[in-house]
């Protein structure tokens, strides 16, 4: 037998992420609701930061994202030096993972957490432990009672994605209060601005005062600016200093960093796409639970649908009705949501576009619907 390289226990259990799929084979203007990226697009000042900055390509970026730092330092009315940005905030919760944990460590998330979580898990040779949830939702009582003295972080988007559910305030403070001290609570706030104000807490108070909390918040959802990967994280100074010391100097580019600064100044534009979700979202909702199908409630850009158990009529089946059709939504096999569709937020046509093919679906003879496709 050759030699070969071998990588680190863990990797190769790892399935690689396969994002949203953006096109349906024949179709010029595929509709794609894969991906939860923003229906409006991002403020019109951002695109033309990102154009002014093609004068000045052949810059390096400032390492310390320093104007963008005190930018969100202002908006949000926290201590910029207690923010950290990076590719994504993806590259963020990887970097925790790999200052936090490592072989022998746990690390704990949700059933249905977001797929960044076994992969950054699995990636340092940390052990997953998944917490089970009730109704789509992350169940704290879970969560802790999977807490060991080898856990060393807990992963919880909230709201979370792919099931648009979301825990209140009360909750994550009483996650937090449950955790010893040694465990890095990480909140991901990836969809905060979408989320409702009242019960709703991003993190932000908790990462602002507790030594083991960090909060991530991202550009690519309701600032639209997914293609540019910006993210950021904020936390107590050790663990921000910790971040810092292990990413790449020059890990958010300076196009992303233009637009970012762009993009926050314009929270008119952030209002008008929270509004037309807001709008879109309930409509929609509604409609597809009146064709039959079971709608997970979601404050999120997306809708977690559940199709019957039925040949003809479940996820599958649906999928491939919708791609016929040039609609693009996301299989959840990954998530362990085989029966389930996850579909964005468009503009209002595309909504429009998808419930009426739902509709359609539902009411299709099921038998035909089976035997007439091409898997
Ligand atoms: C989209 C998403 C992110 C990451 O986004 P980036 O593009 O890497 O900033 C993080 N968490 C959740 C739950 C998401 O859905």
């Not at 389930?340 to 038998?367: S, Y």
């Amino acid at each position: 037998m050759p030699v070969q390289p071998t990588p680190r226990p863990g990797i190769m259990e790892i399935s690689p992420y396969v994002g949203g799929r953006s096109t349906a084979s024949g179709h010029a203007n595929t509709i794609k609701l894969s991906s939860n990226e923003s229906a409006l697009g991002p403020s019109p000042k951002a695109q033309a930061a990102y154009r002014e900055l093609a004068g000045s390509l052949h810059r390096y970026p400032d390492g310390g994202a320093t104007e963008l730092r005190m930018a969100l330092g202002a908006l949000h009315g926290i201590d910029p030096d207690r923010i950290v940005c990076g590719n994504g905030s993806d590259e963020l919760l990887q970097l925790v993972a790999h200052a936090y944990a490592g072989p022998g460590d746990e690390i704990v998330y949700c059933r249905h957490g977001f797929l960044v979580y076994p992969i950054a898990t699995l990636a340092v040779g940390a052990t997953p432990v998944v917490a089970p949830e009730t109704d789509y939702t992350a169940d704290v009582d879970a969560i802790l009672g999977l807490v060991t003295e080898r856990t060393r972080i807990v992963f919880l988007a909230n709201p979370n994605n792919p099931t648009g559910t979301y825990i209140p305030k009360g909750e994550i403070r009483r996650l937090w209060g449950g955790l010893p001290e040694h465990v890095v609570l990480v909140i991901d706030s990836a969809y905060a601005e979408f989320a409702p104000t009242e019960d709703y807490d991003s993190g932000i108070e908790l990462a602002g005062m507790a030594p083991n909390v960090v909060m991530t918040r991202t550009f690519s959802k309701a600032y639209g600016l997914a293609a540019l990967r910006l993210g950021w994280a904020y936390g107590p100074p050790a663990i921000i200093d910790v971040l810092h010391r292990i990413r790449g100097p020059f890990n958010a580019n300076a196009a992303a960093l233009a637009a970012a600064l762009a993009a926050l100044e314009d929270q008119d534009h952030i209002a008008r796409a929270r509004q037309h979700n807001e709008r879109c979202l309930g409509a929609l909702a509604a409609r597809l639970g009146a064709a039959g199908l079971h709608v997970v409630p979601s404050v999120c850009n997306f809708l977690l649908v559940r199709f019957p158990d039925e040949s003809g009529r479940d996820a599958a089946a649906a999928d491939r009705f919708l791609t016929e059709r040039g609609i693009v939504a996301r299989r959840m096999e990954p998530y362990h949501l085989a029966d389930c569709l996850r579909i964005t937020i468009g503009l209002e046509a595309e909504n429009e576009a998808l419930a009426q093919a739902l509709e359609a679906f539902m009411t299709a003879p099921a038998a035909g619907a089976d035997a007439g496709d091409d898997r």
